[in-house]
């Protein structure tokens, strides 16, 4: 099998999982908007039922992604490179508690890799992708970028800024733009 369709067969396993963690980090938030309305202020919050047993989902929704993630990226430190795993979780669109922080240890193991064409080729298109929308793991997206530079890169990077994006798009492909042109001189 091949690295792209392991990775395809990787994102379509963890989306649902993802998208669980989600739905209950919302509702955990909503439950607790519930509790600091219904009883005055930040001040007199109190815990409702209903953001205990939220809180519970979420906890449990967030385990089993993430044990899943720190199990493979454990595997991939120790030299069980199998980055299917890893690279779907960085695609993933969407967001939950600590999930930046997850996907920025990711990239931060990434971007000391040797990687081959075909995974290269997959981490060139995540890239692209998280410039639209990453959050703080940007950074580290950046310079795990330096590791997959290529002219096809940079000139992709370039395309973003000719279409109209969001003023934070541009700026994150003038930045990221900026980073690959100057390491590589």
């Known amino acids: 099998?091949?690295?792209?369709?392991?990775?395809?067969?990787?994102?379509?396993?963890?989306?649902p999982l993802f998208a669980a963690a989600q739905n209950a980090d919302r509702d955990l938030h909503a439950a607790w908007k519930e509790g600091v309305s219904l009883f005055g202020g930040h001040h007199h919050y109190k815990q409702t039922e209903q953001y205990q047993k939220t809180l519970d989902?979420?906890?449990?929704?967030?385990?089993?992604?993430?044990?899943?993630?720190g199990t493979a990226l454990s595997e991939a430190k120790?030299?069980?490179?199998?980055?299917?795993?890893?690279?779907?979780?960085?695609?993933?669109?969407?967001?939950?508690?600590?999930s930046g922080y997850q996907r920025a240890s990711i990239w931060?193991?990434?971007?000391?890799?040797?990687?081959?064409?075909?995974?290269?080729?997959?981490?060139?298109?995540?890239?692209?992708?998280?410039?639209?929308?990453?959050?703080?793991?940007?950074?580290?997206?950046?310079?795990?970028?330096r590791n997959i530079d290529s002219a096809e890169l940079r000139e992709s990077v370039r395309k973003l800024l000719l279409q109209p994006q969001k003023?934070?798009?541009?700026?994150?492909?003038?930045?990221?733009?900026?980073?690959?042109?100057?390491?590589?001189?």
């Open 108 to 145: 931060r193991f990434l971007k000391h890799l040797t990687l081959e064409a075909e995974q290269v080729q997959i981490l060139r298109g995540i890239v692209l992708d998280q410039i639209t929308r990453a959050g703080p793991e940007f950074v580290e997206i950046c310079r795990a970028a």
């Open 57 to 69: 989902r979420f906890n449990e929704s967030r385990q089993v992604i993430d044990q899943i993630i």
């Open 78 to 98: 120790a030299g069980k490179v199998n980055l299917a795993t890893l690279f779907a979780y960085t695609a993933l669109p969407g967001r939950y508690y600590r």
């Open 1 to 15: 099998m091949s690295l792209r369709h392991d990775f395809d067969r990787e994102c379509r396993r963890l989306a």
């Open 167 to 185: 003023p934070y798009v541009l700026d994150r492909a003038k930045r990221m733009l900026d980073l690959l042109e100057h390491t590589s001189v």
